[in-house]
């Protein structure tokens, strides 16, 4: 199997995960990879390794180049299973001299898999640790996403290995991002960060903000999933900027499930509504499409409109559902609205506002609840109520 060269004595000797559909509730529709890279100096050292069933690929790239149990240093910068799935055996085979990772690392590690004798070493900003010929050192970025999380940079060769940070599910032959579909990558990227990164916005923006101020030269960025960026690393700063400062693109998007279509009939008469206005939009029917592909919408829209009829005085299981997964990641800086229909007691509009007050959202209408199935005059009502979002969405944008 063959090991990627990123530049001199520095390779990707990672996995590709073709089979991969669902990565723990994140539908990956298209696959992903788990990057390991080693870099070749006096001390020869391997940064992450892979998840448990894929550590033979990596075992195999790495013995392109070099007899595993050369390798000096393996640097962990991050310690969910599908990074260190393999580490034990690794261990066990390299007998590394150490294990550089982060404090919150080294508890991590202790917690998952409970070696004491391990030769753990704490990285810490400001203390570089020489290869040889090559230098790394360290950026902690705690809770990018887990409080272990941390980044490392190869200073001679600026390349930043970012963890999870940077990535994308994609499983492809190629490995680098000027050698796959954009259009593909964008969307990869944009899904990555909707579902792993959007709770920890805040945090992110400070990261790209300090990145800026240390005026780092970034040749490459390396991330553990998806393609290195080589030619246009700008690409995905750029992108986490804007989405880490929560701004949208100004469309809105029509998020709902329907029992007997009235609901749905609803939403498309809110859609003529913004059409009224000029506001591109998007119908979601959450019988259709799977949450982690409806949060990557979100992160882009600046309106979210939520419609569900009334069951049992609650919502439809799968709205229930979405709700909850959407208020766990908590998407910024979104106006929002309400709709439904309802038999007798009707309590859905109020349950989809609640759950948006909670998500700080700018509730711009009460909501609109219809009984049973709507009439030309509710259509009116509906059509408004999206000519209410889009005027609304408008006058944000020119403020
Ligand atoms: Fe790719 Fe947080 O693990």
């Given amino acids: 199997m063959n090991p990627v060269k990123l530049s001199e004595n520095v390779y990707w000797v990672g996995a590709v995960d073709w089979d991969v559909r669902d990565f723990h509730g994140y539908s990956t529709n298209r696959g ?19 998840k448990k069933s894929k550590k033979h690929d990596m075992i195999a790239r790495i013995k392109e180049i070099v007899d595993p149990e050369k ?3 393996i640097v962990v910068n991050h310690v969910e299973m599908d990074h260190s799935g393999s580490l034990p055996e690794m261990v066990d085979l390299i007998k590394p001299e150490k294990i550089i990772c982060s404090k919150m690392g080294e508890k991590a590690l202790l917690q998952h898999f409970h070696q004491e004798d391990w030769p753990y070493q704490i990285a810490k900003p400001g203390e570089d640790v020489s290869l040889g010929a090559k230098t790394l050192s360290f950026l902690e970025t705690r809770m990018l996403h887990w409080p272990d999380s941390m980044f490392t940079y190869l200073v001679e060769d600026q390349i930043l290995f970012s963890s999870d940070a940077f990535g994308e599910h994609l499983a492809t032959s190629e490995r680098f991002d000027d050698e796959v579909d954009q259009a593909i990558l964008l969307e990869e990227l944009t899904k990555y960060y909707a579902n792993i990164l959007t709770l920890y916005s805040p ?19 390396a991330p553990d999933h998806g393609v290195i960026w080589r030619t246009n690393p700008g690409m ?69 409109i939520l419609g569900c009829p009334t069951l049992n005085n609650g919502l439809l299981p799968r709205m229930a559902g979405f709700l909850m997964y959407m208020r766990g990641l908590r998407p910024q800086n979104k106006i929002g609205a309400a709709f439904g229909s309802y038999g007798w007691s009707g309590e859905s509009v109020k349950l ?16 609109l609840k219809v009984k049973y199935v709507p009439e030309d005059k509710d259509y009116v009502q509906c059509v408004e109520l999206g000519r209410k979002v889009g005027q609304a969405l408008k006058a944000k944008k020119s403020a």
């Avoid at 900027?241 to 949208?248: A, L, R, V």
């Avoid at 959202?361 to 909501?367: A, K, N, V, Y």
């Fill in 32 to 50: 992903t990879t788990y990057n390991a890279f080693l870099i070749m100096d006096e001390k020869i050292t391997l940064i992450d390794t892979v």
């Fill in 203 to 221: 945090l992110v923006k400070k990261l790209i903000a300090k990145v800026k101020e240390m005026n780092l030269p970034i040749k490459m960025i």
């Fill in 236 to 304: 995905a700063l750029e992108a986490y900027d804007k989405w880490s400062q929560g701004k949208g693109d100004g469309n809105a998007l029509i998020i709902y499930d329907t029992m007997w279509h009235s609901t749905e009939e609803m939403a498309k008469r809110i859609g003529s509504g913004l059409q009224d206005e000029g506001i591109s939009h998007q119908l979601v029917n959450l019988r259709y499409n799977h949450r982690s592909d409806v949060m990557r919408d979100v992160l882009n829209a600046s309106a979210i």
């Fill in 71 to 73: 390798i000096d240093y």
């Fill in 352 to 367: 989809l506002n609640s759950a948006m007050v909670d998500m700080k959202f700018d509730i711009i209408d009460e909501g």
